[in-house]
């Protein structure tokens, strides 16, 4: 599992999935976001400006992303 230190109160989603090269733009964020491919917290999300704060969970393909403060 991928772990993203917060240097904020948030990152968004498109963000996370950069910063974890799960995609290799914001474009791609965009499309998979939008397709359904992406879950937080076991949930299908549709937005990628979605605000990700400490303890949340992200997965796409199989891989997980875990935000920490």
């Known amino acids: 599992m991928e772990e993203i ?7 968004k989603l498109g963000q996370a999935l ?3 090269n799960f995609v290799d733009s ?3 964020a ?4 939008k ?5 937080v ?3 299908v999300e ?7 704060v400490d303890g949340d969970i992200v997965s796409f393909e199989g891989e997980m992303i875990k935000i920490i403060k």
């Open 26 to 28: 914001g474009v791609m």
């Open 5 to 11: 230190k917060l240097k904020d109160e948030y990152i």
């Open 18 to 20: 950069k910063a974890a």
């Open 35 to 39: 397709n359904g491919l992406v879950s």
């Open 46 to 52: 549709y937005q990628r400006g979605k605000k990700l």
């Open 41 to 43: 917290n076991g949930e």
């Open 30 to 33: 965009k499309i998979v976001v």
